[in-house]
C-alpha cells in the first residue's frame, strides 16, 4: 500500500471523503524519509509543517535546564505529529521533532495544510480531531497519570501503545512517564 493509499485509509475512516475529493488533497503531501536520530524541528527552530507518519516513529521532546529530556508525545503510523503551538503562532519551537527508527512520512506545508482547513470541510475535520485528541491526551496525562504510581503508568502507556516496549528506547519511555530508566527496567521486570 503506498503512503497516499495509507493517508487516503485515515482520512476516509474519519471524514468519508471520497478518492476525488482526496486528489487536491494529496497534492499538497509531500513524501519524505528520515533516518533513525534525523530531527524534522530542533528547539529554536519555527515550524513549517505537519508530518502524517507511515512508517516508523518519531518523538516530541524538550530539554530541560538540568539538561533532562522530556519526551511529550510519540508518533507512529497513521498519526500526525508536528509542533502545534510553532506551527500555529509561527514561533520557536520549545521542543525537538526527532525520528526514533527509519521514518517515512507525508508532509504537508504549514500554508498548505491551513488553507485546505479553511477551505476543506474533510481536512477542517481532520484538523478538528488532531485538537481534540491533543487536548485530551495532555488531560490524561495532567490529571490520571499525576495520581498513578510508577507501574501504573506503565501499564497505561502500554495500553496506547502495545508495542512500545519493542520499538522504542527504554531511556525514551522513561522520559515520557517522568521516571529513571533503572526505575522502568525494574518494572518491566515486574509485568
Excluded at 62 to 76: D, I, K, P, Q, S
Aim: with cysteine; proline share 5%.
Amino acid at each position: 500500500m503506498s503512503q497516499l493509499d495509507l493517508l487516503y485509509r485515515y482520512m476516509k475512516e474519519r471524514t468519508g471523503l471520497s478518492e476525488q475529493e482526496f486528489v487536491p488533497i494529496s497534492a499538497c503531501f509531500q513524501p519524505f524519509s528520515y533516518k533513525t536520530n534525523t530531527f524534522l524541528l530542533r528547539e529554536g527552530e519555527v515550524c513549517q509543517h505537519n508530518y502524517f507518519v507511515t512508517k516508523g516513529s518519531f518523538r516530541m521532546y524538550h530539554v530541560n535546564a538540568e539538561g533532562m529530556e522530556l519526551t511529550r508525545y510519540f508518533a507512529f503510523e497513521n498519526k500526525f505529529g508536528t509542533n502545534l503551538t510553532s506551527l500555529i503562532e509561527g514561533s520557536p519551537s520549545i521542543e525537538n521533532l526527532q525520528a526514533i527508527e527509519p521514518l517515512e512520512v507525508l508532509r504537508i506545508s504549514k500554508s498548505d495544510f491551513f488553507g485546505l482547513v479553511e477551505n476543506n470541510p474533510p481536512v477542517n475535520k481532520i484538523y478538528r480531531n488532531i485538537l481534540e485528541n491533543a487536548y485530551i491526551t495532555s488531560q490524561k496525562r495532567i490529571y490520571d497519570l499525576q495520581g498513578m504510581t510508577a507501574l501504573d503508568r506503565l501499564r497505561w502507556l502500554l495500553g496506547q501503545y502495545p508495542m512500545i516496549l519493542t520499538r522504542i528506547p527504554s531511556r525514551m519511555i522513561a522520559s515520557y512517564l517522568g521516571i529513571t530508566p533503572y526505575t522502568l527496567s525494574r518494572l518491566k521486570a515486574q509485568l
